[in-house]
């Protein structure tokens, strides 16, 4: 068990839906990573929260956001969903100043 | 060409074996070069971490990084049955922003272990 939460497991939803995914950082880590992960692509970071602020961004969409908490849970929202967007979405937590990161069990997406 | 290039195997193997991974990369900024397992629907699990080039030993398992050859290895040792699962190298350069570590995944290695 690396520490990291994800909530929920699998989500089924259909195209055009808003879906928001929950993550529960390791106790003190102050960095979340959200990435996902498709047979095709393999695991592509999307966006870095550090400490409540947006810290570095990948190859996230646009109808994608995501925010930290004052208690530094993040959540990770899709909405305008596509079939494409089907994939496994993993939170990660990082020390500060540390690069390794360790990974939740990840959202099975499955949009319909 | 990709930044990370890594063989997808499938790759089965006799249980004891010495198992052979490896990545390669062609982004020079990387500085910081990990290795996880993931089993089946499972999150990758952190199993080597090594900064920079040289080799890292922890039990049945060693890392190896070549900066010069922009290569890294993974060997297990006596390997398991346990030991089947995809195997993913990530790397990562410092941004300029402290804490900042994004990290940049191979496609994965599925490894199979025979008893």
């Known amino acids: 068990d690396s520490g990291v939460t994800q909530t929920p497991k699998h989500l089924i939803t259909a195209t055009g839906q808003r879906v928001t995914l929950r993550c529960s950082p390791r106790?003190?880590?102050?960095?979340v990573y959200w990435y996902q992960q498709s047979l095709d692509q393999g695991l592509q970071f999307l966006i870095q929260y550090y400490n409540g602020e947006e810290r570095a961004k990948g190859n996230i969409l646009e109808r994608f956001s995501a925010q930290q908490f004052p208690d530094l849970h993040s959540e990770l929202n899709l909405s305008s969903l596509e079939l494409g967007d089907s994939a496994l979405y993993f939170c990660?937590?990082?020390?500060?100043?540390?690069?390794?990161?360790?990974f939740g069990q990840g959202t099975r997406l499955t949009v319909v | 060409q990709k930044e990370v290039e890594q063989d997808p195997g499938p790759l089965s193997v006799p249980e004891g074996a010495i198992v052979s991974l490896n990545c390669t990369y062609s982004n020079s900024a990387f500085q910081y070069f990990m290795w996880y397992r993931q089993y089946s629907r499972k999150g990758p699990e952190l199993l080597m971490y090594t900064y920079s080039s040289g080799n890292k030993e922890d039990g049945r398992f060693t890392a190896q990084v070549d900066k010069s050859s922009k290569y890294i290895s993974l060997f297990i040792r006596d390997s398991q049955p346990s030991d089947s699962a995809t195997y993913l190298c990530a790397m990562s350069a410092p941004y300029s922003g402290a804490g900042s570590y994004q990290l940049t995944f191979g496609k994965g290695t599925k490894l199979s272990v025979i008893p």
């Open positions: 990660a937590s990082s020390v500060v100043d540390q690069p390794e990161a360790f």
């Open positions: 106790s003190g880590d102050l960095s």
